[in-house]
Structure formats: structure tokens, C-alpha cells
């Protein structure tokens, strides 16, 4: 079945310090959408991309959708301790009877201030 | 505008029994989504309801089963509880069960079953 992995699991920086998490697929998407999810809280969207390459930018995050439509990223820049949480990107394979959006393992996000 | 909510919060029950989960939609949603997430793991597609029918289903047994009403919202019930079905299941909902929608999540309910 379909896999989604995201790298790294965990990644601890220095406020200001940029940050990126990468996702792959095993299997070519349709779309794919990224969620954060804050500690004990509920995954909250982002963003979803669906051109291949296509490239996303909202204030501080980055996001991209690799050309094969089997990657994607996720940078942030200059990171605030705001930005803490798990970030999770989530992909659709295409298919007229699926829906299903196939979570990854997400990438815990900590920040020192 | 209420979002997704979910009763209850947290709920503790053993091995063996049968647990309910109530989800009701965002206003204006009609397709409503159950996920499982074990600590430390990404969401587990569990299935899809539209139009009161499951209309996907992930990889989880037949203990796990579900309803939707003709109000949008939706329940989930596991029966034969397992140590293993221990998690925070979510509830997300959507407006059609289109492929671009985007997902709104409930809070959750955390279940422990000891």
C-alpha cells in the first residue's frame, strides 16, 4: 500500500535558525497537504499543493512539491518558538473512487529561545 | 461558527468492551473522516462517510465501524476493544468528498483501554 515518510522525526534548533522536513511518497500524488499539529493539540492545514513543482509560500514557510509528484518540503526561516509542534505532510494517491489522505510519521519541530 | 467537536474527551475503558465516538461536523460539512493516531504517529485513515454511506475504508478490522446521520454527524464504534486500540482518534470534516478538500479536525477523543 501507499507509504508516506517524512525526515527527520525530530529536530530541535536555535530560535532564528531556518528548519526543513521533507516528505516522500511511494507512489506518485495527486495533491498533498501539510498540517500542524501543536503539543496536545488536533493537526491544523496548512496548505495543499497540486502542480508538479509547484512552490508555495506563506509569510515565513516554504513549500514545495517535487516534479514527479513523489516529494515534497516544508521550510521555515528564521524560526519563532511559535513555530513548535509536529508538522505532517499528507498525500492522495490519484483515483476517481480516492479520498483517502495518507498521513506521515510528522517531524517534531522544537525551538530554544 | 462551531468547527469540528467531539465527545467525549477522554474516555477509559478495558479489554473486551465496546466504546462509541460522536463527531459532529463543521457547519456546512457534509463529509466526515475517522482517523486514529497512536503517541508519536502520524494519522491512521480509518474510513470516510458521505451521504450516510462509508464510502472508503482504511486498514482496520470490522470491530471498527461507523455512522453517519442525515444531520452530517457521525459516530464510530469499536467493539472487542484491544490494548492496542489505545490512542487519540479524530474526527476531520470536509465540504463534498472532493480530492482538494482540506481537512478541519476535532479536538479528539483520547481513548485508554487498560
Known amino acids: 500500500g501507499q507509504q508516506v515518510m517524512q525526515i527527520p522525526q525530530y529536530q530541535h534548533v536555535q530560535e532564528g535558525e531556518d528548519f526543513t522536513t521533507y516528505c516522500n511518497s511511494s507512489?506518485?500524488?495527486?495533491?498533498i497537504q501539510w498540517y500542524k499539529q501543536r503539543p496536545g493539540g488536533h493537526p491544523v492545514f496548512l496548505i495543499q499543493l497540486v502542480k508538479s513543482g509547484e512552490v508555495k509560500k506563506q509569510k515565513r514557510l516554504t513549500f514545495q512539491f517535487g516534479e514527479a509528484k513523489k516529494n515534497s518540503s516544508l521550510h521555515i526561516t528564521a524560526t519563532q518558538t511559535t513555530d513548535v509542534g509536529t508538522y505532517f505532510c499528507a498525500g492522495r494517491v490519484s483515483g476517481g473512487s480516492n479520498y483517502k489522505l495518507t498521513f506521515g510519521k510528522g517531524t517534531l519541530l522544537t525551538v530554544n529561545p | 461558527d462551531a468547527g469540528v467537536t467531539q465527545s467525549p474527551t477522554h474516555l477509559i475503558k478495558t479489554r473486551g468492551q465496546q466504546v462509541t465516538l460522536r463527531c459532529s461536523p463543521k457547519s456546512g460539512h457534509d463529509t466526515v473522516s475517522w482517523y486514529q493516531q497512536a503517541l508519536g504517529q502520524g494519522p491512521q485513515f480509518i474510513f470516510q462517510?458521505?451521504?450516510?454511506?462509508?464510502?472508503q475504508r482504511g486498514n482496520f478490522p470490522d470491530r471498527f465501524s461507523g455512522h453517519q446521520f442525515p444531520n452530517y454527524s457521525s459516530e464510530l464504534n469499536v467493539n472487542a476493544l484491544l490494548l492496542g486500540d489505545s490512542a487519540l482518534y479524530l474526527c476531520?470534516?470536509?465540504?463534498?468528498?472532493?480530492?482538494?478538500?482540506?481537512?478541519?479536525f476535532g479536538s479528539g477523543t483520547q481513548l485508554s483501554v487498560l
Open positions: 507512489t506518485t500524488l495527486s495533491n
Open positions: 462517510y458521505y451521504e450516510e454511506e462509508e464510502r
Open positions: 476531520a470534516s470536509s465540504l463534498r468528498q472532493g480530492w482538494g478538500e482540506k481537512l478541519f
